[in-house]
């Protein structure tokens, strides 16, 4: 009888199993021995050795006319001796498995050199060896659950006994059934027949979220066509000498014959989008059940994107892309290390896409994908204290020899499996976890750190970029170093504007967490625990509603001399210097970068900064002539030194910290539209490297020509007229690190113009105070 191999067992988290020849699932080792003793894993054998033994005598044949009848075909071959079976490539009819009655018979078939029907040459081979996979009939449970709809999930969640029972029944309502399982491996399947038809020796190996240990159902189908072997194979039959001997000892197909499709092509020089079509051309003529085959040349990594039509299932297929199915590998044993790594990621996950923070979008966009969001909650689990995850450099001191990998260059060893790990002592429940994941973000300096997971711990950009891998890096306001691809971060495509959502919504989650509604199931039916943090947009409306248009921002402190450090802030006097320098940053780059008014606003208005009136704003208000006594233009202050002017004392008097600031301010053009295009008429078409994007002096000059093409000199009015109130204070995120947060309040009729002016400046305004304060330094 037929012996069951290794390679049809798949060890699950938690001591579980899968048969991969029977598609069954077991919770243990016994269970396990009993299903390889039982009757259908035995059929089941048995029918794989009947379908190895038909294989050998089999042909593949293609090259005839588009519907021709398998009657034909059997005919055809009836002439060297008995045909068993035909069978057709019913969907796109173009090319037919024939099953011959012996080897005998299929050897005289091969031996012809010349085939041909209807006056077609028929191109045809032995079948490619390849791993049995049973396709059952199609009949057990839907391909794909159906869509849960957010109102069903809240109802399901708030019955939970508490947060982490919430969490563990988020698992299982997105996972994969067993029956949308099985259709991805019956896939995978298929495709594997037949591309190995057409590049023999090729593997296609699935990689993402289908096996990573986050699978959600109807998530895309990740799929790396690997043609390592197929080139060996083209290379030795085109120079059979200078081919490894061991490369040599496996059978090689045919692909010197010009049937084969790749007569066509090198695949050695070929480019990836070449070798693309001719993957997408595969897809489209031989694959049933596949359509929109599209090749998409120009993303970081090229794919070809396709449908299944059955299901809908999307999918993509890579051919460059090895690093993927490592870091796929390491996500899956992050989830067998600890079981609170599956449902710590999906809830982040899912509270992320909720408040349109994170997710997939097509052809990218400033989000964070699924990808690095999954890896800082791995982040946060590793700086855990105690750790729940080892660092990736720890794992590979853990890893043997046999384990050492190294793919395109970057080390990617780890153990093979988490069974040589130490459990982690760290006790925190998910409830716990979840609310100290947000604390951790809520004020987190995304753009001045480099979180690293090789290391587990952030690492300050400049000592990243002298390393080599660092220098690569694609360093901005979101900052996460691949754990292998050192020089790759992947929140490169996030813009400021999403870091910053990304931080205001872990505030408001932090704070809700803190909460008895997070923390307790509520005993009145209302809703309780993560429901609140899955409504859509919530976290955004709070923040605004509380805090009206706030730009908050962090900045690291500078580094003294240690011991001029102490001394300076015994005194306190250092914070207070610190902050001073940062409010005049702030109004140089209001007043000589986007050429606003700005002055210092009244002594009264500065006390209750918080909680002024609109009135004594606009009692305040500068334009050109500032009433002389009651506030100080700043043009006024930059003519003089930069440290303190004599006028000052009375700033140490009202604000004892040095920590507040009030200014009145006026935009007199809108300098916010355009800036894109005014900056590249200046850079002309060769970028002086002194005036790249975003150097303060180029910025002036795009402000400069906007106010010129609005008109000679400044309007009679003002467009915009408003007061920024600042606080500075001290950060949650680490010693050095100070947090400043402005306040904006425009005169009330112009609220809603000022919106547009805003949001330029909650992008603009943080990245230009930092290189205002490092040109000084
Ligand atoms: P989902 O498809 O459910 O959104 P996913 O993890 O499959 O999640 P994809 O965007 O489909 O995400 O990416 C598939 C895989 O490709 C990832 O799991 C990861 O292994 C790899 N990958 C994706 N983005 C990156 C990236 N920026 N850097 C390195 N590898 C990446
Ligand atoms: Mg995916």
Redesign the pocket.
């Known amino acids: 009888m037929a012996e069951s191999t290794h390679e049809d067992l798949e060890s699950l988290p938690r001591g579980g199993f899968r048969c991969r020849l029977c598609h069954v699932t077991v919770a243990n080792k016994p269970s396990l021995d009993d299903h390889l003793r039982g009757k259908k894993h035995q059929r089941m054998e048995n029918l794989r050795s009947v379908r190895q033994a038909q294989e050998l005598r089999s042909v593949f044949v293609s090259g005839f006319h588009k519907g021709t009848p398998a009657s034909e075909l059997s005919d055809y071959f009836q002439t060297y001796g008995e045909v068993v079976n035909v069978v057709m490539d019913k969907d796109k009819g173009v090319y037919a498995i024939v099953e011959l009655q012996d080897r005998e018979v299929l050897e005289k078939v091969l031996a012809q050199t010349q085939h041909s029907l209807g006056g077609q040459k028929l191109r045809v081979k032995p079948r490619e060896k390849k791993d049995f996979k049973y396709t059952p009939p199609r009949k057990q449970g839907p391909a794909k659950r159906e869509q849960l709809s957010p109102e069903k999930l809240a109802q399901k969640l708030c019955q939970a006994d508490d947060v982490d029972a919430q969490m563990s029944l988020l698992v299982q309502l997105f996972e994969f059934s067993e029956g949308e399982r099985r259709l991805r491996d019956l896939l995978v399947t298929l495709f594997q027949e037949v591309f190995l038809e057409f590049f023999p020796g090729s593997a296609i190996l699935p ?4 096996v ?1 240990g ?1 699978d ?1 159902s109807g ?2 189908l ?1 799929l790396f066509l690997d043609l390592e072997k197929t080139k060996k194979f083209q290379a030795s039959a085109k120079s059979p000498t200078e081919t490894p001997a061991e490369d040599r000892a496996s059978p090689e197909p045919d692909t010197r014959s010009e049937d084969s499709i790749l007569s066509d092509i090198d695949l050695a020089s070929a480019t990836v989008p070449e070798v693309l079509e001719l993957v997408a051309t595969v897809l489209r003529k031989c694959v049933p059940g596949v359509h929109h085959v599209q090749v998409v040349p120009n993303a970081r990594r090229p794919v070809v994107k396709f449908c299944h039509k059955e299901s809908g299932l999307r999918g993509d297929i890579s051919i460059d ?1 090895k ?2 199915l490592r ?2 590998r390491f ?1 899956q044993l992050c989830t067998e290390t600890d079981e609170r790594v599956r449902p710590l990621v999906y809830a982040v996950r899912y509270w992320a896409k909720q408040q349109a923070l994170a997710g ?1 979008p097509f052809g990218g966009g400033p989000l964070l ?4 969001l ?1 890896l800082l909650v791995l982040f946060f689990l590793q700086t855990r204290n105690p750790p729940v995850l080892p660092t990736v450099a720890r794992l590979k001191e853990l890893s043997e020899n046999e384990e050492q990998t190294v793919v395109d260059s970057w080390d990617c060893s780890f153990p093979k499996d988490s069974t040589r790990l130490e459990p982690s002592s760290n006790t925190e429940n998910l409830c716990a976890l979840l609310a100290e994941f947000f604390h951790v973000f809520e004020d987190y300096n995304f753009a001045g750190h480099i979180i690293s997971l090789r290391e587990g711990q952030p690492l300050p950009r400049p000592s990243v970029l002298t390393s080599e891998a660092g220098s690569k890096l694609k360093l901005g306001p979101f900052n996460l170093q ?1 754990p292998f ?1 050192l020089s ?1 971060n ?1 929140a490169a495509n996030v813009n400021e504007k999403t870091a910053l959502r990304f931080r205001r919504c872990c505030q408001v989650a932090a704070k809700y967490c803190r909460s008895l509604q997070y923390q307790r199931k509520s005993s009145k039916g209302k809703i309780w625990g993560l429901v609140r943090l899955f409504q859509p947009g919530t976290a955004e409306a709070e923040v605004l509603a509380a805090t009206g248009l706030v730009i908050s921002f962090p900045l690291t402190l500078p580094t003294q001399p240690a011991q001029s450090h102490e001394l300076l802030c015994q005194a306190g006097d250092f914070h207070h210097q610190w902050f001073q320098k940062v409010y005049a940053g702030i109004a140089s780059v209001l007043q000589n970068v986007l050429k606003c008014s700005c002055s210092e606003g009244l002594e009264q208005e500065q006390e209750a900064a918080t909680d002024c009136k609109q009135g004594e704003q606009l009692a305040g208000m500068t334009t050109e002539q500032p009433p002389a006594g009651c506030k100080r233009s700043l043009d006024e202050e930059e003519a003089g030194s930069s440290s303190p002017s004599p006028k000052r004392p009375r700033t140490d008097a009202l604000f004892p910290e040095g920590r507040s600031m009030t200014w009145n301010c006026a935009v007199w053009h809108k300098v916010w539209l355009g800036r894109r295009r005014v900056r590249r008429q200046l850079r002309g078409p060769q970028p002086d490297p002194e005036h790249t994007a975003g150097s303060l002096e180029l910025e002036a000059k795009v402000s400069e020509a906007i106010s010129q093409q609005e008109g000679e000199g400044r309007p009679a009015d003002p467009l915009l007229q408003f007061t920024i109130h600042a606080r500075a204070g001290a950060s949650a995120s680490g010693e050095r690190e100070t947090r400043i947060s402005l306040r904006f309040d425009p005169v009330p009729e112009q609220a809603v113009a000022f919106q547009e002016f805003f949001h330029f400046l909650q992008g603009f305004l943080p990245r230009a105070v930092e290189q205002q304060l490092a040109s000084e330094a």
């Open positions: 990689f993402g979220s289908s990573n986050f959600v998530c895309d990740d892309n690093l993927a870091n796929t996500l997939n994908n699924n990808y690095a999954t691949d691809e790759h992947v």
